[in-house]
């Protein structure tokens, strides 16, 4: 667990992804569970890489997690903490320490929520933090979160796969995001006026705006 303090960012880059290719599950929950782990992610601007290994994880487990009862409970789990940091990837991107304040604050049902409240009895989470006492009894139905644009969004396309999705904006900037994880991937900003729509048209090579 020293490795979590960011002294040694291979061992956050790699360790999923290792684990999940030696379908080790019961360790990626482990480490995936950890708040430490999340935090530490984000503290050295990792959170779109995390996202990828939430992504990979779940698209590697689906087969096992269709199989048995053990697995499915561990895929939903991965899937549970996927949802929670696409929803807060804003937040912890600019304030990786509220990581544990925005998991005990969510719904009590979360998984999050109840890794939040063990870390608190055994207090292995330190600081002062602000308990929402009437939270959400639900958990929030928004799926991801993405940012960038300075002014309102007026259309949003994908592409055929669903892997991409591009966005057009009053700020009259053309964004290509990463569907799974809201990275970005591409900007136009050549435009002098506000863009009110935008389109995928199949071509010769591919799938041009």
């Known amino acids: 667990r020293s490795a979590w303090s960011g002294r ?9 992804y290792h684990l999940i ?16 782990f999340i935090e530490s992610k984000f503290r050295i601007r990792m959170g779109h890489d995390l996202i990828q290994n939430f992504v990979f994880a779940v698209q590697a487990k689906a087969p096992e997690a269709a199989r ?24 912890l991107t600019t ?4 990581c544990f304040q ?40 928004l799926i991801l979160a993405m940012s960038g644009h300075r002014a309102p969004v007026t259309k ?12 057009a904006s009053e700020d009259a900037s053309i964004r290509l995001w990463d569907a799974f994880s809201g ?4 900007a136009i900003q050549a435009h002098l006026l506000p863009i009110l729509s935008v389109a995928f048209v199949q ?5 041009n705006v």
């Open 68 to 91: 048995t009862r053990k697995w499915g409970a561990t895929h939903k789990k991965i899937q549970d903490i996927h949802r929670f940091v696409a929803q807060n990837f804003e937040q």
């Open 8 to 16: 040694n960012p291979r061992t956050l880059l790699e360790l999923p």
């Open 156 to 167: 949003v396309t994908f592409t055929s796969d669903g892997l991409r999705l591009l966005s």
């Open 95 to 98: 304030h990786a320490g509220k």
């Open 21 to 36: 290719m030696g379908r080790m599950w019961s360790q990626l929950e482990e480490v995936l569970l950890d708040l430490r």
């Open 203 to 207: 071509g010769e090579g591919g799938q």
């Open 102 to 141: 925005l998991a005990a604050n969510n719904a009590d049902t979360a998984t999050l929520a109840k890794v939040a409240l063990e870390h608190w009895q055994r207090n292995t989470i330190r600081g002062a933090w602000i308990n929402y006492l009437n939270k959400p009894s639900e958990l929030n139905p």
């Open 183 to 186: 990275e970005l991937i591409g």
